[in-house]
């Protein structure tokens, strides 16, 4: 495999320029990986984002400015893929951060190895989460399981019914992929079922959802 193949582009944002520089040299040492610009806040990441258009953003969250969630939706609805790469693991980080269409979320203090994996699934549109971020998710869903669907759920179930895919369902409601996915994940945690076919028909069956007359 050619290095053009291989390769995969990256821009770094932080706003401490000691961490830019210790992350710029850990990937320099490995000829899988091009750094191709780093970002000091937000605003700059959309800048140079948008003029290098790298396979991956490692983005911090906490910056002056346009923070790293507000960057990172900004960046997602356009099609970004944005690693998060933070030192803060709460629900009031994780969740917001993933909801704004973050690819992948990791810590700071992961091993070279764990995060040169995490670039490549990231580069790869695969998701990638910290056990901790992890762990809220699974929460979120189960803590949300006894309740009715939410209006907004409904409006994504009666999309998905309709045979939208996520990404027509988000630009018909003005929200991103990462929310319709959220919703999903909340629906099928209310119903009782692991995917959207099973969660139209459990939908149907409980009369959420009313069949349309024939034409």
Do not use: C, W
Not at 47 to 63: C, E, Q, T, Y
Not at 68 to 74: D, I, K, N, Y
Not at 75 to 84: D, E, K, M, N, T
Not at 186 to 202: P, S
């Amino acid at each position: 495999m050619s290095r053009s193949e291989a390769v995969i582009r990256l821009l770094i944002v932080d706003d401490h320029p000691v961490v830019r520089d210790g992350l710029s040299s850990m990937f320099a040492r490995d000829p899988e990986f091009e750094v191709v610009g780093e970002a000091g806040d937000g605003a700059e990441a959309v800048r140079l984002a948008d003029a290098l258009r790298p396979d991956v953003i490692l983005m911090d969250l906490r910056m002056p400015g346009l923070d790293g969630v507000s960057a990172t939706r900004e960046l997602a609805g356009g099609g970004a893929r944005v690693l998060v790469l933070t030192t803060y693991d709460t629900d009031s980080h994780v969740l917001p951060a993933i909801e704004a269409g973050a690819t992948g979320y990791l810590l700071k203090d992961a091993p070279r190895d764990e995060l040169l994996q995490a670039v490549r699934a990231t580069a790869r549109g695969e998701a990638v989460l910290a056990p901790s971020a992890a762990a809220l998710l699974m929460s979120r869903v189960r803590s949300s399981a006894s309740g009715p669907l939410s209006q907004r759920e409904l409006e994504v179930l009666q999309l998905v019914a309709a045979g939208a895919t996520n990404r027509e369902a988000a630009a018909k409601l003005f929200v991103t992929e990462a929310t319709v996915k959220s919703h999903l994940l909340n629906i099928y945690g209310k119903l009782g079922v692991g995917d959207r076919a099973a969660a139209v028909t459990e939908a149907f069956n409980r009369g959420l959802l009313i069949p349309r007359p024939p034409s």
